[in-house]
């Protein structure tokens, strides 16, 4: 089989593993987290990181450093994992869904300012939603497969209303923007580090930014807001630390980042000058700089979701395992009733969307095969 994303764990892994059991560190505190954590941040550009035990509390985490509570919106793309919805929703706060670009599949800055000058009216120093009455309280938009949107207008907007900016950059280690990393582009950001990712530690996430106080709220709370030395808490805090064990492999894997993400550029151009003219489809789209995280095709407007499906099932019949994408948050169970914008560019794409296989130790010969049976499937 030719799986679609699957960690690549061939350098210093066992090793550091193996020291883990050694020390018997093994729990939260440990050089490897330490260590990671200085990793990541230079790898994004930040002054600060803080590693996390999953993308997702590190988006709950973030958002609650920055001031989001019960009862508020956060606006995010409809057109993410449903993860930074649910981190929103773990704060008692509700998606505020708006589309995205087709240039970058990214929340459309336009459209959110579009939407904030329509809907949004300033009481004092609070911006409340017209429609809900509910305060925004943080604009977040996501880098899709490593791409990065347009963020100087996201900084002017956010600044324009006075709202923090936090980023969902689950997907984007390795991006750039500008020719530099990420992590200088917004308030905090947030990596994840699941098993899918350019970068794994089993499970794991890192906030990332370069505010020391903000950075140091968040180490707080990730960390049940103890006040050391003795048992003593002054908030609400989270047990959400990575531990030294998942460390460990992080930092075997992020000694590997810049081929890891050579090789995730490496596929995307592969598989659009190989497939091209092939067929009626489009690629994933691409910002200068994408970590290009994932890679595949687009079948035309006139295709579904059982198109998308049939040809997945197809090509797992031949050993290759090939994908769907993200169901909008707008159309998931929980999510129905939020407040959403038009969607129109999220509703037509989403289910057209055909992920290849793109492991970092895939090889030119699995990429040309599964290229011989796409064609032969799509004929
Ligand atoms: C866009 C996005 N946001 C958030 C997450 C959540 O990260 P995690 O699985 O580490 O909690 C993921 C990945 O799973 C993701 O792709």
Known sequence: MIFLA?????????????N???TTFVSSVGEYVTRFESMVAKATGSDYAVATSAGTTGLHAALTAVGVKHGELVIIPTFTFIASANAVAH?????????????????????VRQEMNRYCEKKGSILIHKPSGKRVAAIMPVYTLGNIPDMSLFRSIADEYELPL??????????????QPFGKLADVSV???NGNKTITCGGGGAVVGNNKELLNLVRHLTTTARVWPDYDFDMVGFNYRMTNVQAAVGCAQMECLDDFVKTKRWVRIYYKEALNGKGDFSFFPHTEGSSCWFSGIVLPVSATLKDAKYICDELKKRDIEAR?????VHLQKPYRSSPRGKVFVAESLWERIITLPCSTNITEEEMQKVKSVLCLVLS
């Open 166 to 179: 936090v980023v969902d950059a689950a997907c984007a280690i390795g991006a750039e923007y500008n020719q």
């Open 191 to 193: 990596l994840s580090f």
């Open 20 to 22: 883990c059991i050694e």
């Open 6 to 18: 699957v960690p690549n764990l061939t350098g210093n892994e066992k090793k550091y593993l193996d």
């Open 91 to 111: 704060c008692g706060a509700e998606p505020w869904c708006m589309d995205i670009s087709a240039d970058d599949w990214c929340l459309d800055p336009k459209i």
């Open 324 to 328: 769907p994408f993200w169901k909008p």
